[in-house]
């Protein structure tokens, strides 16, 4: 995984993180990265300095990722909230459940997960309406 801090063509930055640049890439010509604060769709890489690990020693206190540092992040935080607790995490079986319910085979309910690229795409080429959201699922991954 990368993170990324972007800017938009509006001049808003904002960070998200990806599988690799090629992922980056794909999703940027596919027209799927888009700006926190507006939408927009031109978006772009900033410079930016390598994260470094605390030392075991550190506390949740002294990271900047202990509270929301702006409002977008705020915004982002309630946003990640709101999803986590009104939807159903269904993981790597996203493209399957969100094709059932739109084929009647489940019933109708909010959820969120993971998929490829190419399993969004073919949601959306079949008319199932997804979208990116814009933070990572917090199940572990090591």
């Given at each position: 995984?990368?993170?990324?801090?972007?800017?938009?063509?509006?001049?808003?930055?904002?960070?998200?993180?990806?599988?690799?640049?090629?992922?980056?890439?794909?999703l940027k010509a596919g027209g799927m990265i888009a700006c926190t604060?507006?939408?927009?769709?031109?978006?772009?890489?900033?410079?930016?300095?390598?994260?470094?690990?605390?030392?075991?020693?550190a506390t949740a206190t002294d990271t900047p990722l202990s509270s929301?540092?702006?409002?977008?992040?705020?915004?982002?935080?309630?946003?990640?909230?709101?999803?986590?607790?009104?939807?159903?995490?269904?993981?790597?079986?996203?493209?399957?459940?969100?094709?059932?319910?739109?084929?009647?085979?489940?019933?109708?309910?909010?959820?969120?997960?993971?998929?490829?690229?190419?399993?969004?795409?073919?949601?959306?080429?079949?008319?199932?309406?997804?979208?990116?959201?814009?933070?990572?699922?917090?199940?572990?991954?090591?």
């Amino acid at each position: 995984m990368i993170r990324y801090t972007l800017k938009c063509d509006h001049n808003h930055s904002f960070d998200s993180w990806f599988q690799s640049t090629d992922a980056f890439d794909k999703l940027k010509a596919g027209g799927m990265i888009a700006c926190t604060v507006c939408g927009s769709t031109m978006v772009d890489k900033e410079l930016m300095a390598p994260a470094i690990r605390p030392t075991r020693s550190a506390t949740a206190t002294d990271t900047p990722l202990s509270s929301p540092q702006s409002p977008a992040e705020a915004a982002l935080a309630t946003l990640r909230a709101h999803v986590e607790a009104n939807s159903d995490y269904v993981g790597m079986n996203f493209a399957a459940e969100a094709r059932a319910m739109h084929e009647g085979a489940q019933p109708e309910r909010s959820i969120y997960g993971e998929a490829r690229i190419d399993e969004a795409r073919a949601l959306l080429e079949e008319g199932i309406q997804v979208a990116p959201l814009p933070f990572m699922s917090a199940r572990k991954t090591n």
